[in-house]
């Protein structure tokens, strides 16, 4: 696995410069973050510690996004930056070769469990040339986070950038590393015992950002759409989840309720199956917002839609 330079960099700042003065106006420690799964992992666990601005809007997409100005400035003085990785923020090296200081960059997928192969097909004509095929980035599902142990692990690694960054407050923040946890466990106990009953764990989702969900609760998802679900799919691929949803008696859709699926709802229609909304948590809609869920809410409306379907 590719090397990061997260803890190493964290070291060098402390010892040259220190880090985690905070805002000049609250004394909190001053962080950015990449877009609003990591917004809420920090709040999380910097609780009112913390200044949090996040730079993706809702709605918009993270892979896609360029920084304003207003961006670059909030990054010039933030303590900390946070994001996921794993390719799914194309600016961030944009922002490490333009912000001066002393920005912490918190990578917070750094250890977490990496699916593979899901971008793009990748196939090896003998064992020889898979052992010597080497995944990297472009291959990587970035959404590590919707396996609730990879959020415990993101949780952690922005929980160490903020105990070295203000360790005034270390216990403060892994306090609320604990308390995250205990709901991390319990919700992979609803999911367990949610999904333990299907007996039809085929499912079709919009577009394929779903992997670790699937791998760690035994499903197996077939995609409309690639992963990023901003291009149609093209008419071959349509004919092939017909087939499928045929084949294997499938009798629903699952949509992403942040972005929607018009080819989605074309086959649900054309089909008769039904359809049910879930997400990938790139980020909220205006009523999701509005009503202010986090990460826990969102995965558990996901477990319900997931009983509702397939059960």
């Known amino acids: ?119 793009d097909d990748h196939h090896h004509e003998d064992e020889e040339e898979e052992e010597e095929y080497h995944h990297d980035v472009s291959d990587a599902d970035p959404h590590v986070w919707l396996n609730p142990y990879n959020a ?62 699937c791998d760690a609760y035994g499903l197996n998802q077939s995609a409309v759409e690639g992963m990023s679900g901003n291009s149609d799919p093209s008419p071959r691929r349509v004919r092939e989840i017909y087939d499928f949803i045929r084949e294997n008696n499938i009798d629903c859709i699952f949509y992403e309720s942040l972005t929607g699926s018009r080819t989605a709802a074309a086959i649900s229609e054309d089909l008769g199956i039904r359809l049910y909304p879930i997400t990938a948590y790139d980020g909220l809609t205006a009523e999701q917002e509005k009503a202010g869920l986090n990460y826990f809410d969102v995965m558990y409306n996901n477990l319900d839609s997931f009983i509702e379907g397939l059960g």
Not at 14 to 40: H, I, P, Q, R, W
Request: aromatic share 12%; net charge negative.
């Open 152 to 213: 415990l692990k993101e949780a952690e690694n922005i929980c160490e950038a903020f105990c070295l960054c203000d360790s005034k407050n270390e216990e403060y923040y892994r306090e609320n590393l604990r308390i995250f946890e205990e709901k991390i466990i319990e919700l992979d106990k609803a999911y367990k015992e949610g999904l333990a009953g299907v007996e039809n764990r085929n499912i079709i989702v919009s577009h394929g950002a779903y992997g670790y969900i």
């Open 1 to 119: 696995m590719r090397k990061n330079i997260i803890f190493i960099f964290f070291a060098a700042v402390l010892v040259l410069s220190g880090c985690g003065a905070g805002s000049e106006d609250s004394g909190k420690l001053n962080v950015c973050t990449s877009f609003y799964a990591m917004y809420d992992f920090a709040s999380e666990i910097g609780g009112d510690r913390v200044e949090i601005k996040n730079l993706v809007p809702n709605g918009a997409e993270p892979h896609d996004w360029e920084p304003s100005v207003g961006a670059m400035v909030s990054l010039e003085k933030a303590d900390v930056f946070i994001y996921n990785g794993l390719g799914m923020e194309d600016f961030v090296d944009k922002v490490k070769n333009s912000v001066s200081g002393n920005l912490v960059y918190v990578e917070a997928s750094e250890g977490c469990e990496i699916l593979y192969g899901y971008e």
